[in-house]
């Protein structure tokens, strides 16, 4: 029996722009390979730079395109090194690891289906010593898929103000939304002083590229640049030189277009096969876009117990105890992936799940 993982946030194979990127990259050696082949500035290939700049609305000094946006998180952490950190809970489990890894001490605030809970953030801010920074996915987070509402979104730029609070904003979901209104960034509502904005090309043209960009407050520009020529002396300028052959042909939007429609379907799909399968007392949360939705299971099911007998079963997801600091909360929940799965092997995954999640009236 094939195992069918929902425990992979990446793209469907057809996802991936292949043809293009391989002419897009033809196209850039031949219009500019002496630089992309050479040493560059630590920033990013200038003209890169200046799409996403313009994007933003900023000066391209201000943008830092990185090997990926997790790479200019650990710049960032590197770079604000001690104290606390503040982020939501659950949350990405990578930024989790790094921050652990650099002896930081994170300190998780609550969720609720409109995303963190202001107070929450409030509470923190009052009770202890000024944290480094709060890292936050507002729009369709990882892992739960929730949504920062815009009122929400007042409030925490508010917060910021009136404590001085540095906010990382890691936005690399944001543009793959299927339906509702985009709210405003919090870099946008606050702008862009103390809200540092995070984003990447790997949902929107592929994560193999490995292109990610921060737009960074004035302060801390020369810092991290310098860090990131320590690190590897050279951006990766053919991987950005593609990408952005790929943006001034015009295939952004039409490519977007079709990985909405695509990664729609399985969300779609998901949602619906959750409704009709799992048992009483299992809840979940209703992404408008992004690549994951968070389970909570009935009662007090344990999810890495449950996520071993399904491994039998031939499924897999990630129990949500991973996405808190040292594995304190989730215990009952788990991270489901439609992202990468096709729409039959999502209505069978979350059959053979089903069948081994016991009712409300059971636990």
């Given at each position: 029996m094939e195992t069918i993982s929902f425990a992979r946030g990446v793209p469907a194979p057809e996802c991936l722009p292949v043809e293009e990127l391989a002419d897009c990259a033809r196209a850039s050696l031949e219009r500019d390979g002496r630089t992309l082949l050479s040493y560059g500035p630590a920033g990013g290939y200038a003209p890169l730079r200046e799409w996403i700049a313009e994007r933003h609305g900023v000066d391209p000094s201000r943008v830092l395109v990185t090997n990926g946006s997790l790479q200019g998180f650990v710049f960032l952490a590197q770079q604000l090194r001690g104290g606390r950190v503040l982020v939501e809970g659950p949350t990405y489990d990578r930024p989790l690891k790094i921050l652990a890894s650099l002896g930081v001490d994170v300190v998780s605030l609550s969720m609720d289906d409109e995303g963190l809970d202001p107070d929450s953030l409030e509470?923190?801010?009052?009770?202890?010593?000024?944290?480094?920074?709060?890292?936050?996915?507002?729009?369709?987070?990882?892992?739960?898929?929730?949504?920062?509402?815009?009122?929400?979104?007042?409030?925490?730029?508010?917060?910021?103000?009136?404590?001085?609070?540095?906010?990382?904003?890691?936005?690399?979901?944001?543009?793959v939304r299927y339906e509702g209104e985009a709210p405003p960034s919090l870099f946008e509502l606050e702008g862009g002083e103390l809200v540092v904005y995070s984003s990447s090309f790997s949902k929107t043209i592929a994560p193999g590229i490995r292109v990610g960009y921060f737009v960074l407050p004035q302060a801390l520009e020369t810092e991290l640049e310098a860090i990131a020529v320590s690190t590897y002396i050279t951006p990766v300028l053919l991987s950005q030189g593609t990408v952005f052959e790929f943006l001034r042909r015009g295939n952004f939007e039409p490519n977007l277009e079709r990985v909405r429609g695509l990664l729609g379907a399985r969300r779609d799909t998901m949602l619906a096969a959750l409704e009709r399968e799992l048992p009483e007392g299992?809840?979940?949360?209703?992404?408008?876009?992004?690549?994951?939705?968070?389970?909570?299971?009935?009662?007090?099911?344990?999810?890495?117990?449950?996520?071993?007998?399904?491994?039998?079963?031939?499924?897999?997801?990630?129990?949500?105890?991973?996405?808190?600091?040292?594995?304190?909360?989730?215990?009952?929940?788990?991270?489901?992936?439609?992202?990468?799965?096709?729409?039959?092997?999502?209505?069978?995954?979350?059959?053979?799940?089903?069948?081994?999640?016991?009712?409300?009236?059971?636990?």
């Open positions: 509470r923190e801010l009052r009770a202890g010593p000024k944290p480094a920074f709060l890292y936050t996915i507002p729009t369709f987070q990882n892992p739960s898929g929730r949504t920062l509402s815009t009122e929400r979104r007042r409030r925490l730029v508010e917060l910021a103000r009136e404590h001085e609070l540095l906010v990382l904003e890691d936005d690399p979901y944001g543009l299992a809840r979940w949360s209703r992404p408008e876009g992004g690549y994951f939705l968070w389970l909570d299971l009935p009662g007090e099911t344990d999810a890495s117990e449950l996520l071993a007998r399904a491994r039998e079963a031939g499924v897999v997801f990630e129990a949500g105890s991973g996405f808190f600091p040292g594995g304190r909360g989730g215990e009952s929940s788990a991270r489901l992936a439609f992202s990468f799965v096709s729409l039959e092997e999502i209505d069978e995954g979350v059959a053979r799940l089903a069948a081994l999640v016991p009712s409300a009236a059971a636990v």
